[in-house]
């Protein structure tokens, strides 16, 4: 089974930038890699999507501040955050999905079987 490791998390004051990474050893390709976010009280939110075919979805919320990429040779898939704000604080999560070609933030294959799921990595942004 793929096994995701997230890194990169850490604090932050508002305006400021943080980088995160998802690694996998899985020996095959994982075509959808996404990371969500989760904080206390809240429903997980999808933040953004990469297929292996390069396919983006991204959330309208971050669309601007966020970047994302991955090198689907390795499994590896990185969000770069920037302008943080303090409503970004959340723990991210990645997640992958194997045998689909559907892969947005909105997709029920991440509700799936063929879903896997990091241990997530703490963001606080502060004020």
């Known amino acids: 089974d793929p096994h995701l490791v997230e890194s990169g998390g850490g604090s932050v004051q508002a305006g400021g930038s943080l980088s995160l990474s998802c690694t996998s050893s899985y020996s095959w390709d994982i075509p959808c890699m996404a990371w969500f976010r989760q904080t206390s009280g809240k429903e997980r939110e999808g933040v953004a999507a990469?297929?292996?075919?390069?396919?983006?979805s991204i959330a309208d919320s971050v669309r601007g501040r966020f970047a994302v990429s991955r090198d689907k040779f390795q499994n590896t898939l990185n969000l770069r955050m920037n302008n943080l704000e303090p409503e970004d604080t959340a723990k991210y999560i990645c997640?992958?999905?194997?045998?689909?070609?559907?892969?947005?933030?909105?997709?029920?294959?991440?509700?799936?079987?063929?879903?896997?799921w990091g241990q997530g990595t703490q963001v606080t942004v502060s004020s």
């Open positions: 997640a992958g999905v194997l045998y689909t070609r559907v892969c947005t933030i909105a997709s029920a294959q991440f509700e799936s079987k063929d879903a896997y």
């Open positions: 990469v297929h292996s075919d390069g396919t983006i």
